[in-house]
């Protein structure tokens, strides 16, 4: 992870936590360069300092001052799965740290840390989306007799929650030319798409970006390819 780009992400996060607190509170801020400081990413609270550091494959989330170790050390430790991987200051057993794999993590640490409550706030599709994945793989480390006397116990009717969402408005002539260009074939595997379209009867391939919108890829034939489901689910999904 860059440290440019863990920058940008706790800045906008400031932002948006301000926003939503509706008044300045939260304070993004870097050290001087030199001797590794200017890794030294971190938002400023009336609590404490929450210190969020690029790592490889993630983040170290890091807690400065005592009464914020007493507010957040549990939450970092059930949001991780993990007990603290360190600390920084060693000798002195002072701020506690631990890896945090993908930004949605690092957000909910930061609205913990800024004391609201996220399951209140307006949902996307991509967090719903992330929190039903990480439900998931808590139901799967219990046994199967727990999950089955919930799933007895639980509604069988589904609750609805209202979601915003951001959309890339798309260039439809990358997705045509991108289609046109597979002729039916998945440009990863280069097997035929598996069904014809009900619409048109056309083959069914699905045009993925290569580095997503999201991450400031580009809506262009270099940054896309057509594929199968199966292919473009992996890519998403898969460990690859």
Known sequence: ???ETVKEEVW???????RVLGYPMITPTQQPAGDHKNKNISLIGNQGRLYIRPA??????????????????????NLTHEEKHGYYHKHQEREPYWFV?????VRK?????ADIDLSKQAHSFSDLDQEFQDKVLESLREESSSRQDRIAKASK??????????????NPDVVAEALFRASGTCERCQRAAPF???SDGTPYLEVHHIKRLADGGEDTLENVLALCPNCHRELHYGDI
């Open 1 to 3: 992870m860059k440290v």
């Open 12 to 18: 906008n996060l400031a932002e948006e936590i301000n």
């Open 56 to 77: 490889s494959g993630g983040y170290w989330v890091a807690l400065s001052g005592a009464s914020l170790v007493n507010k957040m050390h549990d939450f970092m430790c």
């Open 101 to 105: 794999s993908d930004y949605q993590q």
């Open 109 to 113: 640490a930061a609205y913990f840390y």
């Open 157 to 170: 009717l589904t609750a609805q929650i209202q979601v915003i969402a951001v959309v890339f408005l798309r």
């Open 196 to 198: 014809n379209r009900k």
